[in-house]
């Protein structure tokens, strides 16, 4: 069994417009409280154990009694905060992971959520255009891709349009792909996304001139309205008019640019993310075992050089994916240190120290080299799969 989610764009009535947004703002409160607990009782005693989601729930009955409006909350929801922050501290302590310390929840974030468990049957398709959500009852979705299986959890969202979202996640049956007893290796790069041991190219994927152009077009349009708001508040004040503008939400060219800003980086972000998902399906279709380098996507985005052209690439997400597709699908993904994969020749083993001397630009475009001891011609991008896949299949023997 592996645990599946499909999102489905919800269409609330007014009513249940008002219970979700209740639900935001439980669920932000009762984090910010815990959080703001825990920072607290550090301030206080330094060497105080983590309370973890067990005690956190204990003292939820507490804050639900000092604040009773948070019964108005769907419960199950302020119990997954609980969980929630749990989850953040403990990959904030894992110096692996290297996670921030978790932050505070603003109301002012336009993109709000709440996740709600499968307790008694509360959570349920109906027909195809309802689903029974908890607190809100049948709710109306448009027709899309619905999974079979035992529902675990929903979580409700809305986005800076906007737009109502059930992200709902299921137990299924684990389906596998047709083995093709194939291993490859992937070097992950800023010119081509992926490129695999066996000589295979994936090139990043261009948002084409178009929605960048209007992506800088609203941007500035958003910026020079957002300055026209502040003076025009500044006036204001100063002349003491009878109604004066106190809020950005009183100028609607600038919210026009704000929602449209947010729907063109939506839509470039869409196209992103299915361009990987096309990319990791088709991987993990073709391989059995699949090796990468483990980047550490964090640092390297401190280099403000590249982080860019790194945080266009999604490392992260690429990797992501290729995790759990391989956990459905019954694939292997080995996760190997990509020290010196680029340096060390595929075919003697030898690593090239004349790259020691070499700038970080120097370095960065050499894409072909020559080995100094066996006298191989190498692709630095394919040099790297080859020794990723090689490294890789060593963690078997």
């Given at each position: 069994?592996?645990?599946?989610?499909?999102?489905?764009?919800?269409?609330?009535?007014?009513?249940?417009?008002?219970?979700?947004?209740?639900?935001?703002?439980?669920?932000?409160?009762?984090?910010?409280?815990?959080?703001?607990?825990?920072?607290?009782?550090?301030?206080?005693?330094k060497?105080?154990?983590?309370?973890?989601?067990?005690?956190?729930?204990?003292?939820?009955?507490?804050?639900?009694?000092?604040?009773?409006?948070?019964?108005?909350?769907?419960?199950?929801?302020?119990?997954?905060?609980?969980?929630?922050?749990?989850?953040?501290?403990?990959?904030?302590?894992?110096?692996?992971?290297?996670?921030?310390?978790?932050?505070?929840?603003?109301?002012?974030?336009?993109?709000?959520?709440?996740?709600?468990?499968?307790?008694?049957?509360?959570?349920?398709?109906?027909?195809?255009?309802?689903?029974?959500?908890?607190?809100?009852?049948?709710?109306?979705?448009?027709?899309?891709?619905?999974?079979?299986?035992?529902?675990?959890?929903?979580?409700?969202?809305?986005?800076?349009?906007?737009?109502?979202?059930?992200?709902?996640?299921?137990?299924?049956?684990?389906?596998?792909?047709?083995?093709?007893?194939?291993?490859?290796?992937?070097?992950?790069?800023?010119?081509?996304?992926?490129?695999?041991?066996?000589?295979?190219?994936?090139?990043?994927?261009?948002?084409?001139?178009?929605?960048?152009?209007?992506?800088?077009?609203?941007?500035?349009?958003?910026?020079?309205?957002?300055?026209?708001?502040?003076?025009?508040?500044?006036?204001d004040?100063?002349?003491?008019?009878?109604?004066?503008?106190t809020?950005?939400?009183?100028?609607?060219?600038?919210?026009?640019?704000?929602?449209?800003v947010?729907?063109?980086?939506?839509?470039?972000?869409e196209?992103?993310?299915?361009?990987?998902?096309?990319?990791?399906?088709?991987?993990?279709k073709?391989?059995?075992t699949?090796?990468?380098?483990?980047?550490?996507?964090?640092?390297?985005?401190?280099?403000?050089?590249?982080?860019?052209?790194?945080?266009?690439?999604?490392?992260?997400?690429?990797i992501?994916?290729?995790?759990?597709?391989?956990a459905?699908?019954?694939?292997?993904?080995?996760?190997?240190?990509?020290?010196?994969?680029?340096?060390?020749?595929?075919?003697?083993?030898?690593?090239?120290?004349?790259?020691?001397?070499?700038?970080?630009?120097?370095?960065?475009?050499?894409?072909?080299?020559?080995?100094?001891?066996?006298h191989?011609?190498?692709?630095?991008?394919?040099?790297?799969?080859?020794?990723?896949?090689?490294?890789?299949?060593?963690?078997?023997?």
């Amino acid at each position: 069994m592996v645990l599946k989610a499909f999102i489905l764009r919800l269409y609330p009535n007014k009513t249940q417009r008002n219970q979700i947004h209740v639900n935001f703002g439980c669920a932000r409160f009762v984090w910010n409280q815990m959080l703001n607990m825990h920072i607290e009782r550090y301030k206080n005693n330094k060497k105080a154990k983590f309370q973890g989601r067990y005690s956190m729930d204990v003292m939820l009955k507490a804050l639900k009694i000092e604040y009773p409006w948070l019964k108005q909350a769907e419960s199950t929801s302020l119990q997954r905060v609980n969980r929630d922050l749990d989850d953040a501290f403990q990959r904030f302590f894992n110096p692996d992971l290297q996670n921030g310390f978790p932050r505070f929840k603003s109301k002012k974030n336009t993109n709000q959520s709440y996740t709600s468990k499968f307790v008694n049957n509360n959570i349920r398709i109906v027909d195809e255009h309802h689903i029974k959500l908890p607190k809100l009852g049948l709710v109306y979705f448009k027709a899309g891709r619905i999974l079979n299986g035992k529902i675990r959890a929903v979580t409700v969202r809305v986005n800076s349009r906007k737009q109502y979202q059930a992200s709902i996640l299921v137990e299924s049956e684990n389906q596998t792909f047709k083995k093709t007893k194939k291993s490859v290796g992937i070097d992950l790069g800023l010119k081509s996304l992926t490129v695999t041991s066996d000589g295979q190219k994936e090139d990043i994927l261009k948002v084409d001139d178009r929605l960048n152009k209007q992506l800088r077009i609203w941007e500035r349009k958003k910026s020079r309205r957002y300055e026209n708001a502040k003076k025009a508040m500044a006036f204001d004040e100063h002349d003491k008019v009878l109604f004066p503008r106190t809020d950005l939400k009183q100028f609607p060219r600038y919210q026009q640019a704000v929602r449209t800003v947010a729907k063109l980086k939506k839509h470039i972000a869409e196209r992103r993310r299915d361009n990987l998902h096309k990319l990791t399906t088709r991987l993990v279709k073709d391989y059995d075992t699949i090796a990468v380098e483990n980047l550490s996507v964090k640092n390297m985005m401190k280099n403000h050089h590249l982080s860019a052209s790194i945080a266009n690439a999604s490392w992260g997400t690429l990797i992501s994916q290729l995790k759990y597709k391989c956990a459905w699908y019954g694939k292997r993904l080995i996760i190997i240190d990509p020290k010196n994969t680029s340096r060390i020749c595929h075919e003697c083993k030898q690593k090239n120290h004349g790259f020691d001397s070499l700038s970080q630009s120097e370095w960065l475009a050499a894409r072909e080299w020559d080995c100094p001891n066996c006298h191989a011609h190498l692709d630095r991008d394919v040099n790297a799969a080859k020794n990723i896949l090689a490294k890789g299949l060593e963690t078997l023997a």
